[in-house]
Nanobody, 115 residues
Framework: QVELVESGGGLVNPGGFLRLSCVAS????????MGWYRQAPGKQRELVSR???????NYADSVKGRFAISRDNAKTTVYLDMRSLKPDDTAVYYC?????????WGQGTQITVSS
């Protein structure tokens, strides 16, 4: 059983900063990808960013230069630092872990960017 627990969502003003955290527990391969998807109302879920266990990162074009992903393998935790937030970033953000056998998901955390 693998569990992902997210924290750090909330309401923020445009231009503001938020940090999301996601802690993974349970049994999974140490070689894996962790990261974040998001889903806005009426839109498909989209990949925001991911990071491999060796530290290789990918970002959606819409967040490049504003978001930064990192991970602490000892703590099996992934972080997403989000700067210069825009109303278009409003969505439910889902943490995931893919260990090349299965993809596991967090419960989702709401981020609302609004003044």
């Amino acid at each position: 059983q693998v569990e992902l627990v997210e924290s750090g969502g909330g309401l923020v003003n445009p231009g503001g900063f938020l940090r999301l955290s996601c802690v993974a527990s349970g049994t999974f391969f140490s070689t894996n990808n962790m990261g974040w998807y998001r889903q806005a109302p009426g839109k498909q879920r989209e990949l925001v960013s991911r990071i491999t266990s060796s530290g290789v990162t990918n970002y959606a074009d819409s967040v490049k230069g504003r978001f930064a992903i990192s991970r602490d393998n000892a703590k099996t935790t992934v972080y997403l630092d989000m700067r210069s937030l825009k109303p278009d970033d409003t969505a439910v953000y889902y943490c995931f872990l893919n260990d090349y056998r299965k993809t596991y998901w967090g419960q989702g955390t709401q981020i609302t960017v609004s003044s």
